[in-house]
């Protein structure tokens, strides 16, 4: 009795249809992130004029709150760097490995920025004069 056994992997194949449908879901998630900016000041401008608590100090505009710009800009970069990747992976322009590494490394940047950017010790009070 010769138990032979044959090395199979399972492979998720997509149809070209199925590609295309997937690579038009991620255009128009990317045009959203791209628009992201523009909706949440909007937002921030609609919710403005209908407080009428005048004492609270608001931003003048919503790209003046803290951090918001660079939160937009750079995850908003990050967010269409994954995209472009997904789909130039999903078109065979780059194969798995390349794709694979781009993605490791670009949420390595990513996360590893956003952690740099959270510290767990307060800043050091100024002292008062």
């Given at each position: 009795?010769?138990?032979?056994?044959?090395?199979?992997?399972?492979?998720f194949?997509?149809?070209?249809?199925?590609?295309?449908?997937?690579?038009?879901?991620?255009?128009?998630?990317?045009?959203?992130?791209?628009?992201?900016?523009?909706?949440?000041s909007?937002?921030?401008?609609?919710?403005?004029?209908?407080?009428?608590?005048?004492n609270?100090?608001?931003?003048?505009?919503?790209?003046?709150?803290?951090?918001?710009?660079?939160?937009?800009?750079?995850?908003?970069?990050?967010?269409?760097?994954?995209?472009?990747?997904?789909?130039?992976?999903?078109?065979?322009?780059?194969?798995k490995?390349?794709?694979?590494?781009?993605?490791?490394?670009?949420?390595?940047?990513?996360?590893?920025?956003?952690?740099?950017?959270?510290?767990?010790?307060?800043?050091?009070?100024?002292?008062?004069?």
């Amino acid at each position: 009795m010769s138990a032979t056994t044959t090395s199979q992997s399972a492979a998720f194949v997509l149809s070209q249809s199925e590609v295309n449908a997937i690579i038009i879901f991620l255009v128009a998630v990317a045009l959203v992130v791209v628009l992201q900016p523009l909706i949440l000041s909007v937002t921030f401008r609609k919710r403005r004029e209908k407080s009428t608590n005048s004492n609270q100090e608001d931003a003048p505009s919503f790209f003046e709150i803290p951090y918001i710009t660079w939160f937009l800009v750079h995850y908003g970069v990050a967010t269409i760097a994954i995209i472009a990747i997904v789909i130039l992976g999903l078109d065979q322009i780059i194969d798995k490995s390349t794709v694979a590494a781009l993605l490791g490394s670009l949420f390595g940047y990513v996360l590893g920025s956003s952690s740099k950017g959270s510290s767990s010790t307060p800043p050091p009070k100024k002292p008062e004069e």
